[in-house]
């Protein structure tokens, strides 16, 4: 029997007059997999920042593992990491330093550090400032801090941006791996992650309509 972990209800956003989205509601249990689709302007960042209580609703409720949020936010966070557009990186710091300053409140060791680059592709830069890294190897320093927060709940934010097709299908591995632990999901792509084993468990669909897509 699995657990729930974020249940949504009727979730509703607004910029100004403009509604980006409202009556939003999903369920999200331990394993599963969620996927937000959306032209671009539909509201799937804000959807996102608004699940990691980053920005406030106008409408709707949220919990994790049964407790309103943002009463809940402490151990929602202690389980949640989240990814967004912007890689977060400081451009001085090495990848090693960067996931030990990102991860402050229970710091990996070096050892541990230097196993979730091997694992993300990035054996042998470890020790080099972000700065001379691509856009796509610093994503892959963002992936390594994924591995290293422990998290159960994963919520990516276009996480194939700036990845080559080796880096989509680490992407995939990792979110497949992330599932078969236990863990779960949710993000948005404009492209089709290559998940070998499974499709999206649940997909909501953000437009000018209102509802959940089946």
């Not at 007059?17 to 302007?41: K, P, W």
């Not at 989509?168 to 591995?173: Q, T």
Request: glycine residues 8%; hydrophobic residues 40%; negative net charge.
């Amino acid at each position: 029997m699995t657990d729930t972990l974020i249940e949504a209800k009727d979730l509703c956003v607004s910029r100004g007059e403009l509604v980006l989205f409202a009556e939003r509601s999903f369920t999200l249990n331990e394993g599963e997999l969620f996927q937000l689709q959306g032209d671009n302007g539909s509201g799937k960042t804000t959807m996102l920042r608004a699940l990691c209580t980053l920005i406030p609703l106008d409408e709707g409720e949220l919990f994790w593992r049964g407790e309103q949020l943002p009463g809940a936010r402490d151990t929602y966070f202690d389980e949640m990491a989240f990814a967004g557009h912007t890689d977060g990186l400081k451009a001085g710091l090495t990848p090693v330093e960067n996931l030990k300053w990102c991860l402050t409140d229970a710091p990996p060791s070096v050892e541990a550090c230097i196993g979730a680059l091997e694992k993300t592709g990035l054996a042998g830069k470890e020790d080099l400032p972000c700065r001379v890294l691509s856009a796509g190897q610093r994503r892959r320093v963002v992936l390594a801090r994924l591995l290293l927060s422990k998290a159960v709940l994963w919520i990516l934010d276009e996480p194939l941006t700036a990845l080559d097709v080796s880096g989509r299908d680490l992407v995939a591995r990792l979110i497949e791996d992330h599932l078969a632990n236990g863990g779960s999901v949710i993000y948005s792509t404009h492209q089709p992650l290559p998940l070998t084993s499974r499709s999206a468990d649940q997909t909501l669909l953000l437009s000018d309509a209102v509802g959940l897509a089946n």
